[in-house]
Nanobody, 128 residues
Framework: QLQLVESGGGLVQPGGSLRLSCAAA????????IGWFRQAPGKEREGVSC????????NYADSVKGRFTISRDNANNMVYLQMNSLKPEDTGIYYC?????????????????????WGKGILVTVSS
């Protein structure tokens, strides 16, 4: 089992920055790939960025490439999403999710259906 808790959301002006954190409760964090997903009002949940269990491989949605950076600290069971140059269309509930990795290094394609465990989500609002 993997429990995930998001933090760091809030209200930010367009062009601003936020850093989201995801804390994982597990003794085997290195066996989980982690992703950030978001859901805007009236829209389907979408993948934002995912990182492999080792941290060596990442992928990003085209809409956030060059603005968002995902990272992880396996020693402290944490994953981060640094979000810069935020736009109003980045508004939504952001979820941290985990995917069990059974061997080697694996980064999921970052589709919601790929993930096994989910946090409760945190609201990010980009507005002036």
């Amino acid at each position: 089992q993997l429990q995930l808790v998001e933090s760091g959301g809030g209200l930010v002006q367009p062009g601003g920055s936020l850093r989201l954190s995801c804390a994982a409760a597990t003794n085997t964090f290195k066996y989980y790939a982690i992703g950030w997903f978001r859901q805007a009002p009236g829209k389907e949940r979408e993948g934002v960025s995912c990182i492999s269990n080792t941290g060596g491989r990442t992928n990003y949605a085209d809409s956030v490439k060059g603005r968002f950076t995902i990272s992880r600290d396996n020693a402290n069971n944490m994953v981060y999403l640094q979000m810069n140059s935020l736009k109003p269309e980045d508004t939504g509930i952001y979820y941290c999710a985990g995917k069990t990795v059974y061997g080697g290094t694996y980064v999921p394609e970052c589709r919601p259906g790929d993930m096994d465990y989910w946090g409760k989500g945190i609201l990010v609002t980009v507005s002036s």
